[in-house]
């Protein structure tokens, strides 16, 4: 049962231009989300995270939106870099009671020069 | 400085053996979890403590077994190895229950 999806396993963007990836979650109980960054042979790095009772949330060149009755949310990079490149987990969870994170199954994102 | 660590990084050993992951966190945190990345990438939690104590235990054959020492550290001792064992397995530390989480490096486990 896939409460969380990524349904695009990769994105190609060329450098300096915009980076949209998507996620779709299933379980309306959820009500805080996370992106991770993974490279290569490490762990998800934490990106940003927003709260149901935003629609958006910006840290310099990541924002995350938020469509509660859509069940959406999607990160923007923008502008993007080379080191952007990575695998990006999008992960919900529900405040009430202890916190599990239901993770996506991530989306490769390739930035070319 | 590493924040969360694991050990061993690779692990390949054969069916039927029983293997340890250890984890270890120097960021002060009171909340660790484990998770395992499958064939297919998902990460799905397995098991948190909080302060010690466990908060979430997963559906996870009881051949997997956690084990927190202290608030540092959080192990993970498998019993019996199976085929279906193989995966990425994660450790990861939060503040709180509700906080982000800072993940470790990854243990690649191989059974064969």
């Not at chain 1, 996370?34 to 709260?51: D, N, Q, R, V």
């Not at chain 1, 999607?74 to 009671?97: K, R, T």
């Not at chain 2, 193989?86 to 690649?108: D, H, I, K, L, M």
Request: aromatic share 12%; charged share 20%; proline share 5%.
């Amino acid at each position: 049962d896939q409460q969380v999806k990524q349904n695009s396993p990769s994105l190609s963007v060329q450098e300096g231009r915009i980076s949209i990836l998507n996620c779709d979650y299933t379980n309306s109980m959820f009500d805080y989300f996370l992106w991770y960054k993974k490279y290569p042979a490490e762990g998800p790095t934490f990106l940003i995270s927003i709260s149901s009772i935003k629609d958006k949330n910006e840290d310099g060149r990541f924002t995350v939106f938020l469509n509660k009755s859509a069940k959406h949310l999607s990160l923007h990079i923008v502008p993007s870099q080379p080191g952007d490149s990575a695998v990006y987990f999008c992960a919900a969870s529900a405040l009430q009671g202890a916190q599990k994170l239901v993770f996506g199954q991530g989306t490769r994102l390739t930035i070319n020069p | 400085d590493t924040a969360v660590s694991q050990t061993p990084k690779y692990l390949v050993t054969q069916m039927g053996n029983d293997k340890s992951i250890k984890c270890e966190q120097n960021l002060g945190h009171d909340t660790m979890y484990w998770y395992k990345q499958d064939s297919k990438k998902f990460l799905k939690i397995m098991f948190s403590y909080n302060n010690k104590e466990l908060i979430i235990n997963e559906t996870v054959p009881n051949r997997f077994s956690p084990k927190s020492p202290d608030k540092a550290h959080l192990n993970l001792h498998i019993n019996s190895l199976e085929l279906g064992d193989s995966a990425v397995y994660f450790c990861a530390s939060a503040q709180g229950p509700w906080n982000e989480q800072y993940f470790g490096p990854g243990t690649r486990l191989t059974v064969t």
